[in-house]
């Protein structure tokens, strides 16, 4: 029997099946429906309770739409898809949407067994159960209705959940087995259909292979390792083996000495993993490409940052305990304020060794690049500004609690502030050049030889600090290239007119306007401010309107009026009748 199960746990798929992978009645694409479900319903932010409600749905909808219920509100009747009702791929899909939600609630039951561990029972019988419901549909596909494709899905699918089982049930052996029976699956699968669906095939042989690996480590094969502690330092490996990745590195694998010279002992959990986590970056750096470095340093930044906030609430508390005591102890450092400098220490080194890295990648493509500006690409702003950080991260380094009177210690932060304000001082000569600043740019150069200089002649006693550092002296051979061709482009840049006629070269400070019928090269007429016409224009003598003033009226003498006056005292009957008359007119 045993030999039949690995028979059949290594199908080989011939040209004859490629091409009949398609033929047949029934087919499922179980993979597919599998993560585009997941991805839909709350996996893709590990909410395993919502993906099983909506296989519970889904499978209430599947079982009315089959007519396929089991019985009524008062009578439960139970039935099973057999083969001999197997008329529509609806039917897999029941079994299928069965299996999954048992899987689930099996995962859900694994997040809260961390607080809770007796629920780690439960949580086996579920996964049992999604084992055994897709051992079920694997039968079900046995049926000649069900095409070759169909088939060796849910034979993967049955193998993973199989798999699964035996590694929460520490059975390495067994679970290895099961989880190279569906890498074999679907790799074959992979080979031997579209893009499309060999991508999901493949993304699935990247979930089992943590897990592979796993194992063989359990079993005894100690060359796992290397590969683990890279997934564990790339962020691979998820759901079940993240906890999986953290207890393999173990704290034996941590050598102490190596790692903490002063009197260090991390006591939480949470500084352990750290320190451990710490212990593997060290020794796979080296081995990776710059993005992988660069995700390295987040990892780690991020890491170190919680650590170092959860040592500040010790120190807290360790403080007012202090204070609650009689005798307080002034001027002592407690380990716990050496791990926190020593903290500080790792993040601020991983601060300069990140930024470094990043220096390195723009400075090679600033040198693909070269100075053109039409071409987009990094520029020598940008690199001033990472040294900038780089200073900065020193600058804290060289006042961390404990380490003011490590003259040696000292000595070497003050080594590479020089170093590094060299590179900043070169790449802000280089800013300058990009402007035509020369003479500025010439002195940055000179004050770049200065600092390479003092660090060459501090540098003696101090060799072993210089292995991480970028080396001085290709920054002075580049600087001594850097300055002739500054020298060359500044004399280019003062002889840069052309050699023209002495008859063209007349000047002539009239605008264009005045002498249409003469040439002459006038080089404001292709500038910013060409002199086409005079502006503003000249004043020019006009006619006014002549202004008359009536002078004689002031001796003009107007004539007595006193006869035309009316004189008062003459009237009566008289002078009534002489108006009537017309005698006194």
């Given at each position: 029997m045993a030999a039949d199960k690995q028979s059949e746990a290594?199908?080989?798929?011939?040209?004859?099946?490629?091409?009949?992978?398609?033929?047949?009645?029934?087919?499922?694409?179980?993979?597919?429906?599998?993560?585009?479900?997941?991805?839909?319903?709350?996996?893709?932010?590990?909410?395993?309770?919502?993906?099983?409600?909506?296989?519970?749905?889904?499978?209430?909808?599947?079982?009315?739409?089959?007519?396929?219920?089991?019985g009524n509100r008062h009578k439960f009747v139970g039935k099973k898809v057999t083969v001999e009702i197997l008329s529509d791929s609806r039917y897999l899909l029941l079994v299928l949407m069965e299996a999954e939600r048992a899987w689930s609630y099996a995962m859900q039951l694994k997040q809260e067994a961390n607080t809770e561990p007796r629920k780690k029972f439960h949580l086996l019988a579920r996964l049992r159960k999604a084992a055994k419901h897709s051992e079920k549909l694997e039968k079900l596909c046995e049926s000649p209705r069900v095409?070759?494709?169909?088939?060796?899905e849910a034979q993967a699918y049955t193998a993973y959940l199989n798999g699964m089982v035996h590694f929460e049930l520490q059975e390495w052996k067994l679970a290895m087995e099961a989880f190279n029976k569906c890498k074999t699956i679907y790799e074959k699968l992979a080979s031997a259909f579209t893009e499309e669906l060999a991508v999901l095939y493949r993304q699935r042989v990247d979930e089992i292979s943590p897990n592979i690996r796993y194992c063989a480590y359990n079993i005894g094969d100690q060359n796992a390792i290397n590969d683990l502690m890279q997934m564990r330092l790339t962020g691979g490996g998820g759901g079940m083996m993240a906890e999986k990745l953290e207890v393999i590195t173990d704290e034996k694998r941590l050598n102490r000495r190596t790692i903490l010279t002063l009197r260090l002992k991390p006591e939480t959990p949470q500084q352990r993993s750290f320190f451990i986590y710490l212990y593997i970056n060290v020794f796979s750096v080296q081995a990776v490409n710059e993005e992988t470095k660069e995700h390295l340093y987040e990892t780690l930044l991020a890491e170190c940052r919680d650590t170092i906030?959860?040592?500040?609430?010790?120190?807290?508390?360790?403080?007012?305990?202090?204070?609650?005591?009689?005798?307080?102890?002034?001027?002592?450092?407690?380990?716990?304020?050496?791990?926190?400098?020593?903290?500080?220490?790792?993040?601020?080194?991983?601060?300069?060794?990140?930024?470094?890295?990043?220096?390195?990648?723009?400075?090679?493509?600033?040198?693909?690049?070269?100075?053109?500006?039409?071409?987009?690409?990094?520029?020598?702003?940008?690199?001033?500004?990472?040294?900038d950080i780089i200073l900065q991260s020193l600058a804290e380094l060289s006042t961390l609690q404990g380490l003011e009177d490590d003259h040696t210690f000292q000595k070497e932060v003050s080594l590479k502030t020089l170093v590094y304000k060299a590179y900043r001082?070169?790449?802000?000569?280089?800013?300058?050049?990009?402007?035509?600043?020369?003479?500025?740019?010439?002195?940055?150069?000179?004050?770049?030889?200065?600092?390479?200089?003092?660090?060459?002649?501090?540098?003696?006693?101090?060799?072993?600090?210089?292995?991480?550092?970028?080396?001085?002296?290709?920054?002075?051979?580049?600087?001594?290239?850097?300055?002739?061709?500054?020298?060359?482009?500044?004399i280019l840049d003062t002889d840069e007119t052309p050699e023209v006629n002495s008859q063209q070269q007349v000047k002539d400070n009239r605008p264009l306007c005045e002498h249409l019928d003469n040439f002459h090269l006038d080089k404001t007429l292709v500038g910013k401010h060409p002199s086409l016409v005079q502006f503003p224009p000249e004043f020019q003598p006009i006619p006014c309107k002549p202004l008359f003033f009536d002078l004689a009226l002031n001796h003009v003498a107007f004539p007595p009026l006193d006869d035309k006056v009316e004189q008062k005292g003459k009237g009566g009957l008289t002078g009534y009748i002489k108006g009537i008359f017309g005698f006194g007119s």
């Open positions: 290594k199908p080989s798929l011939t040209e004859e099946n490629k091409e009949n992978l398609h033929e047949g009645g029934l087919g499922l694409e179980i993979l597919q429906i599998i993560k585009e479900s997941q991805q839909q319903h709350g996996l893709r932010h590990g909410d395993y309770q919502r993906y099983r409600g909506y296989c519970s749905r889904r499978l209430r909808r599947l079982r009315k739409t089959l007519g396929f219920k089991m095409d070759a494709k169909t088939k060796l906030q959860a040592v500040r609430e010790e120190l807290k508390s360790e403080a007012k305990q202090r204070e609650r005591s009689s005798d307080n102890e002034s001027g002592k450092i407690s380990n716990l304020q050496f791990l926190h400098s020593y903290l500080t220490y790792i993040k601020l080194c991983t601060l300069v060794k990140r930024n470094e890295s990043m220096a390195h990648t723009l400075q090679a493509k600033l040198k693909e690049t070269g100075a053109d500006e039409n071409k987009r690409g990094p520029r020598p702003q940008d690199l001033i500004r990472l040294y001082c070169f790449f802000i000569a280089q800013s300058y050049v990009l402007v035509k600043k020369w003479s500025e740019a010439l002195v940055l150069y000179e004050r770049v030889l200065k600092y390479a200089k003092e660090v060459q002649s501090k540098a003696k006693n101090l060799n072993n600090s210089l292995k991480d550092l970028p080396d001085v002296q290709e920054l002075i051979a580049e600087v001594n290239a850097e300055k002739y061709s500054l020298q060359a482009a500044a």
